[in-house]
């Protein structure tokens, strides 16, 4: 009896043993599906960062690209004009040089009038002779109209000089241009290496996108119309010079 009694005892004390180790792994159980939830919501916060950060890298990288592209189109359009204005100068400095011989010429012809009006009265030897002072004024009379007409180059020539200024600063305006193009360029290059680097929440990446709406651009027509405009006025000053 005293036998039976210690088993039930010890029976007894293992079962309570047994209970209290339950109830820490039920308690151990507990936490563990706490902190699996924690875990859960972490990921799907994760995930939701994740692709938060992957949309505004996209954007980034579609601004970008349009930036690149409007970019090279800029430069493009720089170098035209920058060749449309080397040809202006040379045929600017065509021009003067023609200009200077034709008013070295007329310069020559109105001294020489001077000087024939200078000459005496001679008394005409042959009848050959008469006709020689109507062609001498037939030659002079050319030589007025001709002065004439070189005045009219020489306003012309003023204008395509005043083209000329307005080419320079259109050609300023696309450098400043450019330069800022290149400068948004490069903070779109590191808002974009951010983006890949770190995952933003939801503020910074609504930040990045209204900052990438925020930016002004100028449009490109501006520059086709300028470039078209240059490449129309080209060809009639040029006839208007020779």
């Known amino acids: 009896m005293d036998k039976y009694e210690e088993n039930i005892l010890r029976l007894n004390k293992k079962i309570r043993d047994l209970i209290t180790q339950l109830d820490n792994l039920d308690t151990k159980n507990r936490?563990?599906?706490?902190?699996?939830?924690?875990?859960?919501?972490?990921?799907?916060?994760?995930?939701?960062?994740?692709g938060l950060a992957e949309e505004g890298r996209l954007r980034c990288k579609a601004v970008l690209e349009k930036e690149i592209a409007r970019n090279a189109d800029?430069?493009?359009?720089?170098?035209?004009?920058?060749?449309?204005?080397?040809?202006?100068?040379?045929?600017?400095?065509?021009q003067n040089q023609k200009l200077k011989f034709y008013e070295q010429s007329a310069k020559e012809a109105k001294q020489s009038r001077a000087k024939r009006k200078q000459v005496p009265v001679e008394i005409i030897g042959k009848l050959s002779d008469i006709e020689k002072p109507k062609a001498m004024e037939?030659?002079?009379?050319?030589?007025?109209?001709?002065?004439?007409?070189?005045?009219?180059?020489?306003?012309?020539?003023?204008?395509?000089?005043?083209?000329?200024?307005?080419?320079l600063e259109s050609i300023d305006h696309l450098e400043e241009t450019t330069e800022r193009l290149e400068r948004q360029v490069k903070n779109l290059k590191a808002q974009l290496d951010v983006c890949r680097c770190e995952p933003p929440t939801p503020d910074s990446a609504n930040s990045v996108t209204s900052s990438l709406n925020q930016t002004t651009f100028y449009p490109f027509e501006i520059v086709k119309t300028t470039q078209l405009s240059t490449t129309e006025e080209g060809p009639e000053v040029s006839k208007a010079l020779l």
């Open 74 to 94: 800029q430069y493009e359009a720089h170098a035209l004009l920058k060749k449309r204005y080397n040809e202006l100068i040379h045929e600017y400095v065509a």
């Open 138 to 167: 037939n030659k002079a009379t050319s030589l007025e109209n001709r002065c004439s007409a070189l005045e009219k180059e020489l306003y012309k020539a003023y204008s395509t000089i005043d083209d000329l200024e307005f080419e």
């Open 31 to 50: 936490k563990l599906q706490q902190e699996n939830a924690v875990l859960v919501d972490d990921v799907a916060n994760f995930r939701v960062l994740h």
